[in-house]
């Protein structure tokens, strides 16, 4: 547990207390609030240090843009393009930053599978269709990666 997870809980716990000897409705709705926050902050802490990188076409079809999207930083991405045997690298992206690779020719419909790393050396792997008629995001997909989905 971190500091700022210790002092919400110590505060909290102090001002539920005391309200519950004033009224203790009032106490019960103090915890209630203080549990809800608690989970906010542990929520929050497994996302901290999360890259997610994202493969997208350009306008003209002609480039691929790589994208992290996340909170930390992602190292040895490693971008492969199924069926055009196509495969590079890229080193590191900081989070919102982005890279492009030019392609000899323009593509009409692949998939970029993609692996990386964050800091801690734990790997990833994503999968993303590409199209030009850009149809290949996932709009119901969540921007923050929240219990467990990856």
Known sequence: MDKNQKTVLVVGG????????IEPFFGLIALVLMIAILMS???MGDT????????????DAREIIVTNTGTAKAQRIHVALVPLNIE???????????????LPSMVSEAKAVVTYENTEGQQFQRSYPLTALGAGRDLTEPLIPIFGRR
């Not at 690298?89 to 030019?102: C, I, K």
């Open 14 to 21: 102090l001002i539920a207390l005391a309200l519950f000897f």
């Open 41 to 43: 902050l542990h929520i």
């Open 48 to 59: 901290g240090n999360y890259p997610l990188v994202t493969v997208d076409l350009s306008e």
């Open 88 to 102: 590079f690298e890229v080193a590191s992206l900081d989070p919102d930053e982005e890279s492009g690779f030019n």
